[in-house]
């Protein structure tokens, strides 16, 4: 089957009923989304799946035949951050870090439909996701910060 | 036998997934995943063939000759803003993201958990008169939902129906604060030219018709034929106490007409 992460295509052998998380970490060494619960409910490994944020734990990579996942490896790098790495960056978005890579790409995923969204659509969106750092308010606030600064553009 | 290893079969049209199917004995079904895959992932499941549903064409919701009819891949977030009581429990189901990628048929077909209730959209589908579409080795044949939340082990579901007429509607749920909310308790309420059906997931594996409050519509008989069970989530104890509340919340939105 073939898959497309952050823009380079693999062919991967028969994935049986592999996780998209585990064909990502463990056979193309794509660490950025990370394995926390593993059952759904912290939303550390979220992707996008042809743009659509997805938890990658829940996901048979079987089913992914051509798709396009983007991580948040591919939202930006560390020369040139997009607008909202740059925001959780300057609002203290992240502290320990782990949960970071899921709030990213579904923060992104939500700019991208909704490039000013209100306080409470963001909460919506990113209300399945877990930081244990308890630090919501500037996540939240990075968020609004990218909005006005120009959104989800990578 | 490692996930990897698994056989899996991507049928593309409900006649490939039924005939994949077969008798359904050797066979794990997976829609959208969220239920089964963290079972997998933990080594609690090791099936020898797997069936993916993604595309098989079993996601559509339609509304033609006086009749609701929904796929079973359809997604939950595709009955977010469709009838009630299904909308309502379909919002709190999980978050978004969980939403997009859960599946009506895994929600009615997945085994329950042992550890919190499973199946938010089973009470719902009870009090709307669901019909279920189902195949397994004695062919294709259509059934009350009720019935086949009973047996449904050895079944492929195809497809849920209901009636397209007019309801009142009420719905009342008690959640457990996570990152998503559990569903500790839920009831739905339908009542449909004076014919009141009424049913409860989370007092049992599987949701309930509530019959004697059906007749009586007094929350007093809440309890009545009914032995709440404990579970990670909550004690029967627990439960046996919140669902006169929760039953008579669901039957003011029905008396009110509200949904």
């Avoid at chain 1, 963001?122 to 968020?143: D, K, N, Q, S, W």
């Avoid at chain 2, 006086?66 to 891949?73: E, R």
């Amino acid at each position: 089957m073939r898959l497309t992460v952050d823009g380079v295509e693999h062919e991967l052998a028969r994935p049986g009923l592999a996780t998209l998380l585990h064909v990502l970490r463990e056979e193309l060494a794509v660490t950025g989304p990370k394995a926390g619960c593993q059952q759904g409910s912290c939303g550390a490994c979220t992707v996008l799946v042809d743009g659509a944020p997805r938890r990658s734990c829940l996901l048979p990579a079987a089913a992914l035949d051509g798709a396009e996942v983007a991580t948040v490896e591919g939202l930006g790098a560390a020369e040139h951050l997009s607008p909202l790495q740059a925001a959780f960056l300057e609002h203290h978005g992240f502290q320990c870090g782990f949960c970071t890579p899921g709030f990213l790409v579904a923060a992104h995923a939500l700019l991208e439909r909704s490039p000013a969204p209100s306080r409470r659509e963001i909460e919506a969106a990113l209300g399945g996701h877990t930081c244990r750092c308890t630090g919501y308010l500037g996540i939240v606030e990075a968020v609004e910060a990218a909005a006005e600064a120009g959104g989800a553009a990578r | 036998m490692a996930l990897a290893d698994v056989e899996v079969l991507v049928p593309g049209s409900p006649e490939e997934a039924v005939s994949a199917f077969g008798d359904g004995r050797d066979v794990l079904v997976v829609a959208g995943g969220t239920i089964v895959m963290p079972e997998l992932s933990a080594g609690r499941l090791r099936p020898r063939r797997a069936m993916l549903l993604g595309r098989a064409g079993l996601a559509f919701v339609v509304r033609s000759d006086g009749t609701v009819t929904i796929g079973a891949a359809t997604p939950v977030a595709a009955l977010e803003d469709g009838d009630e009581p299904l909308a309502t429990a379909a919002r709190h189901l999980a978050d978004g993201e969980v939403r997009a990628q859960a599946t009506l048929g895994g929600n009615l077909c997945a085994p329950p958990w042992p550890e919190t209730p499973t199946g938010d959209l089973q009470a719902p589908l009870l009090v709307l008169e669901a019909r279920v579409r189902s195949a397994g080795a004695d062919g294709e044949r259509t059934e009350p939902l009720e019935t086949f939340l009973g047996q449904s082990r050895d079944r492929l579901l195809l497809d849920v129906s209901y009636d397209d007429v007019p309801r009142r509607t009420g719905y009342a749920a008690s959640w457990r604060p996570h990152a998503v909310h559990r569903t500790i308790l839920a009831v739905a309420a339908a009542e449909r030219e004076g014919e009141l059906r009424v049913a409860a997931t989370g007092l049992a594996p599987r949701a309930v018709r509530l019959r004697a409050v059906e007749q009586s519509r007094d929350p007093a008989d809440a309890l009545v034929g009914v032995d709440p069970s404990d579970d990670a989530l909550a004690s029967g104890w627990y439960r046996a106490r919140q669902l006169p509340g929760l039953l008579e919340q669901a039957l003011a939105a029905v008396a009110e007409g509200a949904a």
